[in-house]
């Protein structure tokens, strides 16, 4: 079998858990979906890289989150897609009466994108930290950290930091 | 003891650590209640996303998204494969030739659907994926199956049958766009009635350009294109109608 149409019905076995991917990225469904187009079209032009040994899903996701970065950087902070880092902390910190009352996939979308990344790959996906340090291109230590701070402002954000 | 910072009571939680680190952690754990629930909040937050979008998983994905991954049209390697494709089309494109050739169009028509019927009835010989009843073509075997249970916005990438459009025509009975990829490749338009899918068009179909099978109806011979055209109602079916239509029985 051609690798191509390896890749192309791989991507098809896929594509839930990369919707998954996206929406704990991107947040909005609508949002969500629009990258995955943009990481099936990606993904197939560049379906003759893919090694036959590296798995499927880890080349995709890796895909997945370097769109998202793009997407993020073209639309700009002006639409205020996610929160600035500090803004994070600040929230965390004072989590007030309104911040309880949101909901988890809501509080995501007020991590800082390094933080939202590992969240995403590592809670919601299910990847080990050695898998997305990899995919990431950050030491361990660097996920595990990110991990624990972003641990840290969602439990805020549930008011279960207590 | 050293104490346990958080990386280490969170990568703990994620089962990250070694045997002699989940030990040393266990022992601490064991008389330290705040640290035991530092611990159960970790995993608690865990099970907390994974409940927030784990749902994801089970949605339709929506149709433009998976048709861009249909499957290519597999290369006719398989000698008995091959030639009987051959002989189909030969059959089928020596009777139009015929046809043009007269210029009275019911002889026309006749020798299209005799050509049709050969084709139906060599295919029928195959695998039983037409039956006949009353004089009427009806979907039989993996095709009324595809046509039950298949969606388009979840298409089984080692089907050998893909459903296209779905939509109500207007006759009011729901009728579905399939292509058959596997033999002589066969493209149709199948519409429920109360004997099973009636088969309303069926017809060769040629790979397409860039050698993907598309489920827009653009890709579709122009016979069974000419079909959908003729009993469509409205828009066609997006995947949430397809859904439900399916789980309504196809009424």
């Known amino acids: ?162 | 003891m050293k104490p346990i910072d958080d990386d280490t009571l969170q990568a703990y939680a994620d089962g990250e650590l070694d045997a002699a680190a989940t030990a040393r952690i266990d022992a601490a754990l064991a008389h330290d209640e705040i640290l035991a629930r530092r611990v159960r909040q970790a995993r608690a937050l865990r099970t907390q996303l994974q409940a927030a979008f784990d749902p994801v998983l089970d949605e339709p994905v929506p149709a433009h998204l998976s048709a861009r991954l249909l499957p290519a049209f597999p290369p006719a390697t398989d000698a008995a494969a091959v030639r009987p494709m051959h002989a189909a089309r030969r059959g089928f494109a020596s009777a139009r030739q015929r046809a043009t050739r007269r210029w009275w169009l019911p002889g026309a028509a006749i020798a299209a659907s005799v050509a049709l019927l050969a084709m139906a009835l060599w295919w029928k010989q195959d695998d039983e994926l037409v039956r006949m009843h009353d004089g009427q073509r009806f979907a039989a075997g993996a095709l009324a199956q595809a046509l039950d249970q298949g969606l388009a916005s979840r298409p089984n990438p080692h089907a050998s049958i893909t459903i296209g459009l779905s939509f109500r025509s207007n006759d009011g009975s729901i009728c579905r766009t399939f292509v058959e990829r596997t033999r002589p490749a066969m493209a149709g338009l199948a519409c429920h009635a109360s004997g099973g899918w009636s088969l309303a068009a069926l017809d060769a179909a040629e790979k397409p350009e860039g050698g993907q099978w598309q489920q827009a109806a653009s890709s579709m011979p122009a016979a069974v294109q000419a079909a959908v055209d003729a009993r469509i109602k409205g828009q066609a079916f997006d995947a949430r109608q397809e859904r439900a239509a399916r789980d309504g029985g196809w009424r």
């Open chain 1, 1 to 162: 079998m051609d690798p191509s149409q390896t890749v192309r019905e791989g991507l098809l076995q896929l594509l839930p858990r990369l919707r998954r991917l996206t929406r704990a990225l991107a947040g909005q469904a609508t949002d969500a979906d629009d990258l995955v187009q943009i990481v099936l079209e990606r993904a197939l032009a560049r379906a003759a890289q893919w090694r036959p040994d590296a798995a499927l899903d880890k080349w995709v996701f890796a895909i997945a989150r370097n769109a998202w970065r793009d997407e993020l950087r073209t639309r700009g902070r002006s639409q205020n897609l996610f929160a600035p880092e500090e803004a994070g902390a600040t929230a965390a910190d004072g989590a007030s009466a309104p911040a309880q009352t949101l909901d988890l996939a809501t509080a995501m979308t007020t991590l800082p994108p390094d933080h939202r990344e590992v969240v995403a790959l590592v809670l919601v996906e299910g990847l080990s930290y050695s898998e997305a340090a990899m995919l990431l291109k950050v030491p361990v230590g660097t996920v595990t950290s990110r991990l624990a701070r972003a641990r840290a402002t969602l439990q805020a954000h549930l008011g279960k930091d207590t």
